[in-house]
Structures are given as C-alpha cells and as structure tokens.
C-alpha cells in the first residue's frame, strides 16, 4: 500500500473547500472530496485533483445523516481501506431573526453545520486508531464567539462546533489524533456573495487587514494543522480573519497613515 496520506474533505469540491482539496492534494495526500449537490462543480475540482494527484476521487453524499456518511466510508474503505486526515468542512450561512425562526430551521443548521461533524468524526475515528494517526479539521467562524444579530442559529451551530473540537481533542489525543478548528471571518465564497455585496465596505472597515480573505489563504492554515508538522497543537479554534473585530475602529489607522501621506 502507498504511504501516501489519505484526506477526506466535506463540502470540498466548490469554495473553500475546492481550495483545501487542492491544498492537501498539493501536500501528497489523496483526497476524497464530498459534495452534495453541485455535479459540476464536482467534476471541474475531480479534474483539478486528478492533475495533481491521480489518486483522488469524489463522493456524493449528505454527510448530515448517517446514511450519507456511511457512503462515504463505504467508498473510502473500497478504495484506501485508510484514513489519515479528516476536514469537517460542509456547512450552510443564512439569517434568520429570532421571531421569524422556525424550528425547522434551527433543526436544518444544527444539522448541517454541526451533526455532520459529529457523524463523520465518530466514523472516522476507527480508521485513525488503527495507525495511531490522524488530523481533524472542522471548519467554525469568527460567528461562533462574536454574537451578530440574525445569526442564533449560525453561531449556535458553530458554537457546538468549537465544543466538539475542544472535547474531542482530549478524548482522541490517547490515539494520537489532533483535533483543530479553522474560524474564518469573512472569506469571499458563493455562500458570502450575498453578505458582502450587502454589507461589504461596512464589514471591511472592520478587518485591521482592510480586505476579505481567500480560500487559498485559509487552506494553507488546513495544510499544516492537518500535516505531519504540526505535532502539537490540539484543541484550538485558530481565526483566520485579518483581525476582524479584534480591535475597535481599526480603519482610523489607515485613515492615520493616508493624513501622512504613506499610503
């Protein structure tokens, strides 16, 4: 069997999450990236893959229950009987006022953002023990500490991510398994279109950075937390956010450096 690394990534085939594939499989993993519902996009990031490592492939699945999951590991165990690193990245933004809120909603983003989460980390847990080895990576946000009005059901859900990683981090360390979250602030996906054409000057006076990121920039952090360099950082919520929202008002300093001419 090839020592190659085996990685799967959820959600990974459009967004961030083509961007982390791309990343592992430039690293010399073999990916196997799971998408839900976008055909095409899957098949523009398999041929991407494929050009950098023949052994990837992709899965169709709904990782937010047990029978997508299950799936998943089926064509896993078929086709590495191995896993190595694992990125908890599938997940949905929207808003929804508290009084508009259904608890069928609740229930969805619960189940998408956070359960997913659960279900793939339990399974692969089994995998990981047998090499004593492996590298968890969920995706949270900065939404999961900083409370935004229309966003209970977002931040809960991320909340429970960081809780997951925190605890699963101690569970699974006995096996030599690190678990890490990666918080992005705003990164400019399709699934944040819509929120930065809607607010977008607002929030980027907000960023000490003064820009949004890139899904290339969060994958590089993915890359190493999920590597064999990192060997001992567990149990973190690492941001990757410019500095959003850790200093109030941080556009003055930009206003400060224009006054003197130096930008």
Same mark, same amino acid.
């Given at each position: 069997?090839?020592?190659?690394? $085996?990685?799967?990534?959820?959600?990974? +085939?459009?967004?961030?999450?083509?961007?982390?594939?791309l990343?592992?499989a430039g690293?010399?993993?073999?990916?196997? !990236? #799971?998408?839900h519902?976008?055909? =095409?996009a899957?098949?523009?990031?398999?041929?991407?893959?494929l050009e950098? =490592? %023949?052994?990837?492939?992709?899965?169709?699945?709904d990782?937010?229950?047990?029978?997508g999951?299950?799936? #998943?590991?089926?064509?896993?165990?078929?086709?590495f009987?191995?896993?190595?690193i694992?990125?908890n990245n599938?997940? /949905?933004f +929207?808003?929804?006022?508290?009084? @508009?809120?259904?608890?069928?909603?609740?229930m969805?983003?619960?189940?998408?953002?956070?359960?997913?989460?659960?279900?793939?980390?339990k399974a692969?847990?089994?995998?990981? *023990?047998?090499?004593?080895?492996?590298?968890?990576?969920?995706?949270?946000? /900065?939404?999961?500490?900083?409370?935004?009005?229309?966003?209970?059901?977002?931040?809960?859900?991320?909340?429970?991510? @960081?809780?997951?990683? *925190?605890?699963?981090s101690?569970?699974? !360390? %006995?096996?030599? /398994?690190? $678990?890490? !979250?990666?918080?992005?602030? /705003?990164?400019h996906?399709?699934?944040?279109?819509?929120?930065i054409?809607?607010?977008?000057?607002?929030?980027? =006076?907000?960023?000490?950075?003064?820009?949004?990121s +890139?899904?290339?920039?969060?994958?590089?952090? $993915?890359?190493?937390?999920?590597s064999e360099?990192?060997?001992? $950082?567990?149990? @973190?919520?690492?941001?990757? @956010?410019?500095?959003?929202?850790?200093?109030?008002? %941080?556009?003055?300093?930009?206003?400060?450096?224009r006054? *003197?001419?130096?930008?």
């Amino acid at each position: 069997m090839s020592e190659k690394r $085996v990685a799967i990534v959820t959600g990974g +085939t459009r967004g961030m999450g083509k961007s982390i594939s791309l990343e592992l499989a430039g690293r010399g993993n073999r990916v196997l !990236a #799971v998408y839900h519902s976008n055909e =095409e996009a899957a098949q523009q990031t398999l041929k991407e893959l494929l050009e950098i =490592e %023949p052994e990837c492939g992709i899965v169709r699945a709904d990782v937010s229950v047990q029978e997508g999951v299950d799936k #998943v590991f089926s064509v896993l165990k078929e086709k590495f009987d191995r896993l190595d690193i694992l990125v908890n990245n599938a997940g /949905i933004f +929207t808003y929804s006022f508290l009084e @508009d809120m259904t608890e069928e909603y609740l229930m969805n983003i619960m189940r998408i953002n956070f359960f997913s989460d659960f279900l793939m980390t339990k399974a692969a847990v089994p995998f990981m *023990k047998k090499n004593h080895y492996g590298r968890i990576c969920n995706a949270s946000s /900065i939404s999961s500490w900083f409370a935004d009005c229309g966003l209970i059901g977002y931040g809960c859900s991320k909340g429970s991510v @960081d809780m997951l990683t *925190k605890i699963s981090s101690a569970e699974l !360390a %006995p096996y030599g /398994i690190l $678990v890490n !979250a990666y918080a992005p602030g /705003i990164t400019h996906t399709d699934m944040t279109h819509a929120l930065i054409t809607e607010r977008g000057d607002s929030l980027a =006076e907000q960023i000490s950075l003064n820009r949004y990121s +890139t899904g290339d920039e969060v994958a590089k952090l $993915v890359g190493f937390l999920t590597s064999e360099d990192n060997t001992y $950082v567990t149990g @973190d919520i690492i941001g990757v @956010d410019g500095g959003m929202l850790k200093v109030q008002n %941080p556009h003055s300093a930009y206003e400060y450096v224009r006054g *003197k001419g130096e930008i």
